[in-house]
């Protein structure tokens, strides 16, 4: 029965995917026509070549690939580093720093925007895609996550490395680090899956059309006169892609992450 509901509910999040890709492939006479199609009657290529070839696609790939993977790396480091702070560290305060981690869960981003576009804009980092790397570097979802993980690993491997007279950052490095994969897989799917979904920010930071990202480019699909929705379908499903391939790539590693740190809590 458990299996039964799971497949109902695959097909279920799958039929919008799927309508997306298939209507990705028909005309605009096709995609207004009445009854709609489930399958194009005649395949058509005219919103993928529009997009590739009409359109700055690769800078906007280049652009959204450069913030998603720099914020990606730089958050990685800064969680994981905290998580393991908070979790093995002696140092004073410590729970109080653990509880402002843990109160910011609750925070969302639209609370902190109006603030967040003025610290962007004293910086200098309006209109730069530092600008919306700078800003979200630090996530406390991915690093109270990386505390539960951190918790859980064994205190003789780090007792050892400091009686052969390993410092904190050997140990850091060349123990905590490998023995935390999965961790770092299930924090660097999450942190570039967001950063490249990501459309508020670059919304109210970027304005030159050549720093675009995807989702600020998806927007700017829609005319004057018109909806293009060949064009907006085929990019949507281009936009999918990366994504999905980082995902297919690193599931195990990132389901195991999950179970043994965001779980727990």
Request: proline residues 5%; without cysteine.
């Amino acid at each position: 029965m458990r299996k039964v509901i799971v497949i109902i509910l695959a097909i279920l999040f799958m039929i919008p995917i799927f309508w997306t890709v298939s209507s990705s492939l028909k005309s605009m006479n096709e995609i207004y026509r009445y009854p709609p199609t489930i399958f194009p009657q005649e395949i058509s290529l005219e919103g993928y070549k529009n997009v590739i070839y009409e359109s700055q696609f690769p800078r906007y790939v280049a652009n959204t690939l450069f913030v998603a993977i720099v914020s990606t790396i730089i958050t990685v480091f800064i969680s994981v580093s905290l998580g393991y702070g908070l979790a093995k560290g002696t140092f004073k305060y410590k729970n109080f720093f653990l509880e402002m981690v843990t109160i910011t869960l609750f925070i969302t981003a639209q609370v902190i925007m109006v603030p967040l576009f003025v610290v962007i804009k004293q910086l200098g980092l309006i209109d730069s895609l530092w600008g919306l790397i700078i800003p979200a570097v630090f996530t406390p979802t991915a690093s109270f996550t990386a505390y539960q993980y951190m918790k859980d690993l064994p205190n003789e491997f780090l007792e050892s490395a400091q009686v052969d007279g390993a410092n904190e950052w050997q140990i850091f490095f060349k123990i905590v680090l490998p023995m935390s994969r999965p961790l770092i897989a299930a924090i660097s799917i999450f942190s570039f899956t967001w950063r490249w979904n990501d459309f508020v920010l670059p919304l109210i930071v970027i304005n030159s059309g050549d720093k675009f990202t995807i989702q600020l480019a998806l927007s700017a699909l829609q005319g004057q006169y018109g909806i293009p929705w060949n064009e907006i379908l085929a990019f949507s499903v281009l936009a999918i892609i990366p994504t999905l391939i980082i995902f297919l790539l690193f599931q195990n590693l990132f389901m195991k992450g999950l179970s043994a740190g965001g779980l727990k809590y």
